[in-house]
């Protein structure tokens, strides 16, 4: 069925009709939200709160715009939001998972690269951290990351390059003479 | 080397793809002869293929299948005051952007303007006119603004008043 379809048939209520539209993104969007937030459960109940929040705000989708960009948009308000609260609230932090052993490389150098990009990650600003994120797990564009998150393209660009220069900075030792 | 510095600023659009045509191929012409910028974009390259496998390994066995139980759960059907909210932002917000919204309420003006301007530019007419009085005696005539005319009528001899 076209995601045109489904979307109608969302805002006509029909939960079934958004399970299905809401399927192929939910991978992507649990990705993004773990990456803001690197953190499981707070990444899957971000996710639930996403899918949530655009069945109820579906009804005012409008077609000529991009749906996955509504939805992504909806996402990192969210997580945005709930970034504030933690800074706001420090005493409901949680901390950040223990680095992973899972995937396709579980060597001891490789942990030691994912435990650097974590904690790097998470002392970024986390507007930079979204912008990041759009575009090289996302695959957004410049024009399609500056609707997500509601600013200009050349504060897409600037953001985008303040934070790949830290995350070198940082990760230097990993990344020299790679590929 | 030497004439990099115009190309090292955009080795990032490059790995973007967001460069036009003819700027690709002469940073791939530079790129061919430029170790330094050759090494630049494989940081860059390679920053990317390491952040993806972070999060990847980090939501590789995600419990997708629990989103939806969660969900489902909340996914309860709009309540009154969001239906309506919903229908009225329909009605009365019909436009898909902000600079639709504008030009529409400009013309609204415009619209308003011309339509109100003689009414506010006119002045007020009469809807009963005496043109003339055919009487012996003297005569006093009160018009005013509205549908009413008063026409007095005063004979010399019986002093009688007339009213039309």
Redesign the interface.
């Known amino acids: 069925m076209k995601e045109r379809e489904l979307i109608e048939r969302s805002q006509r209520g029909e939960k079934d009709a958004f399970q299905d539209l809401m399927v192929p993104y939910q991978g992507k969007i649990y990705s993004l939200l773990y990456g803001m937030v690197w953190n499981r459960e707070d990444a899957l109940e971000l996710t639930q709160e996403a899918f949530v929040k655009a069945y109820r705000s579906i009804r005012g989708f409008r077609m000529a715009s991009s749906f996955y960009t509504w939805l992504y948009r909806i996402a990192v308000n969210l997580a945005l939001d709930f970034r504030r609260q933690r800074v706001a609230n420090p005493e409901i932090q949680k901390t950040v998972d223990p680095p992973s052993t899972r995937g396709p490389d579980s060597s001891l150098l490789r942990k030691e690269l994912n435990e650097q990009i974590r904690m790097k990650m998470a002392q970024l600003p986390p507007q930079h951290r979204a912008v990041l994120l759009l575009r090289e797990m996302g695959g957004l564009s410049y024009k399609e990351i500056a609707k997500v998150v509601g600013c200009r393209l050349g504060t897409v660009m600037s953001r985008l390059h303040y934070a790949r220069e830290e995350m070198r900075r940082t990760l230097a030792p990993y990344l020299k003479g790679e590929d | 080397m030497p004439g990099c510095g115009p190309f090292r600023s955009l080795l ?2 490059y790995l ?1 793809e ?1 460069l036009l045509p003819q700027e690709r191929a002469s940073v791939e012409r530079h790129l061919r002869g430029c170790r330094r910028c050759q090494g630049e974009l ?23 299948a ?3 139980e ?3 759960e ?2 309860e ?2 309540t009154i005051i ?1 239906r309506i909210w ?1 229908a009225g ?2 009605l009365f917000f019909p436009f ?1 952007s902000l600079k639709a919204l504008a030009w529409g309420a400009a013309a609204a003006l415009v619209v308003l303007f011309l339509v109100t301007l003689p009414l506010v530019t006119a002045p007020p007419t009469p809807s009963v006119v005496v043109e003339s009085v055919e009487s012996e005696g003297s005569v006093m005539i009160f018009q005013g603004e509205d549908e009413i005319a008063i026409v007095w009528f005063f004979e010399e001899e019986e002093g009688k008043e007339g009213m039309r």
């Open positions: 990032e659009k973007d967001a494989e940081e860059l390259t390679a920053l990317r293929a390491h952040l993806r496998e972070a999060v990847e390994a980090g939501v590789a066995d995600a419990p997708l629990r989103i939806w969660g969900v489902a909340r996914l059907p709009p969001e919903g932002k329909a898909r």
